[in-house]
């Protein structure tokens, strides 16, 4: 029963899902052009286009969409070439970061498979092959995610209009890319240096990662980039970002919440995964600022320990929730999804792409994987 | 004494000079910008940028002098900055794959300094941070990797004439990097699948290699890409490639004896670095075809050992000589050498320039670092 909400008008569901498909079609045409070219010069090294396209099938494609009614919004045409390609473009560098942060991460899985770098350290043991599986795994995975990188770029680069040199397009991807790649460092950094620096704060720095790692790159690019493809006025795309960064740290908040309390059979990750791997987000900066002393070294000495033992990881969650910590932070979601949609309600865009937005919004904080 | 060949003209040598240095000054001023527009949202991760802007101050801009001479070689106009925003692009490119090689390679120095992976180790250390440092240092190289190559695609994107989507400079450059990418993977495939395929074809695969990850990479792409840029006709870009292809292939067996046989001193790499990566280059494909089987037991027992002595190395490198592997791979040098050159006299280019390819050529395959 939601009353409350206008549901999405049937035109903008059937709508976004024939951009929807035009995106899995340019990926995959995309990719299997890439791969016949190596086929025909080094089939061996067709294995990465392999492992890129393997990935790019899965996922929400929450990028793509938003970028297509950030398009749309700006008076872009219905399921236009370059909207389709500026999707390609937004998956394939996705999958590019997932790539690369799962080896950083030494993440098993990803989307409910086994991660890239763990795919080619089986494959280096199933043929017994020389020298350290893991290795192997790590460089081919390296090497996937480069590619993909370029790929994402190729995809972007062949947009004709509105992408060019100089253009507010280009400015925003590039722009991405930096904050995405400093705020995955900085994520790294904390990491390593979190543990000395004042607990205070932490609350702060980790909003100050997610907006860069996150946020600004899940949801403000993509609307923007869509929008300013089609031509969108500074101001359209500045409201386009008031609505989008709000809702971005919701959504990365959300994610950071599911990374310790998400269901594995959802999320497509053991249990735990972020305490596992370290991992100081918004929920781990309120625990250190409301535990004891006692509580804080606990935490501290289990925290980013790829060993934790489940029995850990249930007292640690149990100390996250008497903390108030998951509190705090379903209270920072429910704030940030509020303002988001306070915002929402005044972009000037049509009632057709503003309810597809709501719809993206609420399934980008409301869902659980 | 060198009275056969015709010296480089000075006005040559100064118009080089010119360009290398408004290279050196374009990458300057690019990462400056990119690291005050860091330094003002994200301070902590201007670290990656000061790590890109030290590595890219070193090297021989081969690449960047090729794009250049193909570029004035096709009538395009002197210390264009046209020319000059392609080297960027190529050298930030060549960073960005050393970064990422010396990850995959766990080299320890680069340029006779420590590569990325091992300055970020040492920086965690002396800072006393938290988990383990080497993983910091895999990760922090990983990114600023990613942002190099991320920049190179920034930089080769702002060339505003000849470079845009549909145009040949732009697929040269696509080509270049899926390539480059491949050759690398093919490479790690290599040392891992290589012991149990024939040795009777390891020559073959090496060559397969070579031509993947470096030969087209380091001379056809960067020539062929400078002279694109500048309108060159196709069948122009047609003897760039032939003529650097062979120039190429002569570099890289070059670059494998080096890893085996240079000296410290002047290479900036350990004695007989790529014995202990467990390279499977030319040198070592002529090995495998001309030793007796002890000798060849000896040989897949130590290369790529991490550990391997002083002694090992100069056993190994006794073996290959004897072996006739060192002549043989000195005379496909000189073969490709001459073939180079034969085509070099052949291009439709103005003396000047074919004095320049001449001097860059000599100093590709006849350098001792």
Redesign the interface.
Known sequence: MNHLRPLPAAGTVAEQAVYRQAVADGLGSFLDL?RR??LA??P??A??VDAIADLTEGGKRLRALLAYWGWRGAGGSEAAPEAVRAGVALELFQA?ALI?DD??D?SDTRRGKPSVHRQFESL?RS?????AAD??G???A??????C???S??AF????AG????SEA?RIF?QM???V??????D??E??????RPAGTAVERAL?ILR?KSAKYSTVHPLCLGGALAGGSRQLLQSYADFALPLGEAFQIRDDVLGVFGDPAATGKPAGDDLRE?KRTVLIGHTLNNCSKAERRYL?EHL?SPLIEDSTIEELRALIIRSGALAAAERMIADLTSAAYGHLEQLAVSPEVSGALRTLADAAVRRNS
Chains 1, 2 share one sequence.
């Open positions: 890439k070219e190596l010069a080094a061996d090294a294995a990465l590019a690369h080896i950083i030494r280096h043929r017994g092959w020389s020298l290795r192997y790590l460089a081919a390296l090497l996937t995610g480069d590619l990188l370029s790929l770029e190729e680069s062949s947009i004709d992408a060019g040199s100089g280009r590039n890319r930096t904050e790649m400093a705020g995955q460092y900085l790294v950094l990491e390593a240096a979190g543990p000395s100050q860069f370290g501290e980013g």
